[in-house]
């Protein structure tokens, strides 16, 4: 069974640039979630998507921030501008549900760095 | 609110020893419990839950609502057990701790 897939996997922008990250999930899982891992932390949650409505962007700065997941299927995480401390890796997440406890498969992450 | 804690930030042991990695969590339902770890150079991948109460690797982990702590333990810890290992929480969303680097060493 293919895994998460993410791109890219490394960037490298200034502060004030774009960015934008891409995610497949694995086939056929519903849910699809965004998390930021700033470096010496766990992941925290963005953004999550079941099918291609948004369940939860309560974390989501959504003044530079933004994400889509267009025909249910693959997302976009875009960030414009991008400041230092979005310095991050993001990892693009996939679960067959949305239920409590349903096992989530993470991606290999895409790592970003602000400088 | 959710929140999962754990308190030691690097955990070093020696190969055969037991090893325990701390976790506590506040959280006023009903909730579930995982361990997400992390090796080098891979994703991280769901290493157990509670709700299962089975043993991945040699690893259990007890759900002890009164202490609202889910530790997790090995009687007898591996070099290749060193990893980052990561608490979390379900309830509203999945909430992670910030983790623990476990190093055992030779």
């Known amino acids: 069974e293919a895994g998460v897939a993410q791109s890219p996997r490394y960037k490298i922008i200034e502060k004030r640039q774009s960015v934008a990250f891409w995610c497949n999930p694995i086939?056929?899982?519903?849910?699809l979630y965004w998390y930021q891992q700033i470096l010496g932390q766990g992941p925290k949650l963005l953004i999550q998507?079941?099918?291609?409505?948004?369940?939860?962007d309560s974390q989501l700065p959504k003044d530079r921030f933004s994400a889509e997941r267009l025909k249910g299927v693959d997302s976009t995480l875009k960030i414009q501008p991008a400041k230092l401390e979005d310095s991050a890796v993001y990892l693009c997440?996939?679960?067959?549900?949305?239920?409590?406890?349903?096992?989530?498969?993470f991606g290999e992450g895409s790592w970003l760095t602000v400088v | 609110a959710q929140r999962v804690t754990q308190p030691e930030k690097l955990l070093s042991v020696f190969k055969g020893a037991p090893v325990e990695l701390k976790c506590n969590y506040s959280?006023?339902?009903?909730?579930?419990l995982f361990w997400y770890v992390q090796y080098s150079r891979q994703r991280l991948q769901l290493l157990l839950r509670?709700?299962s109460r089975e043993s991945i690797k040699g690893f259990t982990a007890d759900l002890n609502k009164g202490e609202t702590s889910f530790h997790l333990k090995k009687p007898f810890a591996q070099e290749e057990d060193s990893a980052m290992y990561y608490c979390?929480?379900?309830?509203?969303?999945?909430?992670f701790g910030k983790g623990t680097k476990l190093t055992v060493n030779p």
């Open positions: 997440a996939s679960s067959p549900l949305s239920f409590v406890g349903d096992t989530i498969y």
């Open positions: 086939s056929g899982h519903a849910t």
């Open positions: 998507f079941q099918n291609n409505g948004v369940v939860d």
């Open positions: 959280y006023s339902g009903s909730p579930e």
């Open positions: 509670h709700i």
């Open positions: 979390a929480l379900s309830g509203r969303e999945l909430v």
